[in-house]
C-alpha cells in the first residue's frame, strides 16, 4: 500500500505562518491528486486544497488568498503553506492522495490518508 507521513504543524499566534509536508511512500506507479483536509473538534472534515499531478489547483472559499497547496511530483510530496493563520483554523491537518500503485504483478488504484498534524492558532 501507499503510506503518507506528515511534519510540520504546531502551534502559531494569530497572523502568523505554518507549513506542513506529506511525503508518500511504497511501490507508487502514479500519484493523481494530492490534497489537505482540516477537521475541526466536532467538526466533519473539510477540504482546505486539492492539487493535480499537472499543477491544477483548487481550495475552500476560506482560505483562498491565504494558503497555498504545491507539490513536488519527483519526491511525492505535497506541501501547504499556511499564513494569515486564524484562531478558526484551528483543525487537524490530514494529508490525502490517490492514484495507482504495484501489487502483486499488477496495477490497483490507492486512497491514502496521513495520521494528521494538528495546528493550533492562538488569538
Known amino acids: 500500500q501507499v503510506l503518507l507521513v506528515e511534519s510540520g504543524g504546531g502551534l502559531v499566534q494569530a497572523g502568523g505562518s505554518l507549513r506542513l509536508s506529506c511525503s508518500a511512500s511504497?511501490?507508487?506507479?502514479?500519484?493523481?491528486?494530492m490534497g489537505w483536509y482540516q477537521q475541526a473538534p466536532g467538526k466533519q472534515r473539510e477540504l482546505v486544497a486539492v492539487?493535480?499531478?499537472?499543477?491544477?489547483?483548487n481550495y475552500a472559499d476560506s482560505v483562498k488568498g491565504r494558503f497555498t497547496i504545491s507539490r513536488d511530483n519527483a519526491k511525492n510530496t505535497v506541501y501547504l503553506q499556511l499564513n494569515s493563520l486564524k484562531p478558526e483554523d484551528t483543525a487537524a491537518y490530514y494529508c490525502?492522495?490517490?492514484?495507482?500503485?504495484?501489487?502483486?504483478?499488477?496495477?490497483?488504484?490507492?486512497?491514502?490518508w496521513g495520521q494528521g498534524k494538528q495546528v493550533t492558532v492562538s488569538a
Open positions: 511504497g511501490p507508487i506507479f502514479r500519484i493523481n491528486t
Open positions: 492539487i493535480t499531478s499537472d499543477g491544477s489547483t
Open positions: 490525502n492522495a490517490d492514484g495507482l500503485y504495484y501489487s502483486g504483478g499488477a496495477i490497483r488504484d490507492f486512497h491514502s
